[in-house]
């Protein structure tokens, strides 16, 4: 698994949405990774946020998601899951 550097700033922005969303650092990334996967579902399950529910705009998100790519791979791995109990 690799590791990347999160840009101090935009670590302590998603941690104060995570926690406002009650919501794990690895949910919210997911969350916010889904929004602009090309697989990405027409429909959130419910307790997913949209980047419209963060405050974002699209731009934004998009943005973010690009700063994030670099994750995606390992977030998606299946190992990963064990985090979302953190």
Not at 23 to 36: D, G, H
């Amino acid at each position: 698994m690799s590791n990347f550097p999160i840009p101090d700033a935009l670590l302590e922005q998603l941690e104060t949405v995570a926690q406002r969303e009650n919501l794990t650092l690895v949910s919210l990334i997911r969350t916010m990774l889904a929004q602009y996967h090309p697989s990405s579902r027409p429909h959130l399950p419910p307790g997913e946020l949209t980047i419209e529910d963060l405050g974002w705009t699209p731009d934004q998100a998009a943005a973010i998601r690009a700063q994030l790519s670099a994750f995606a791979e390992d977030w998606d791995d299946p190992a990963m899951d064990v985090y979302d109990e953190i």
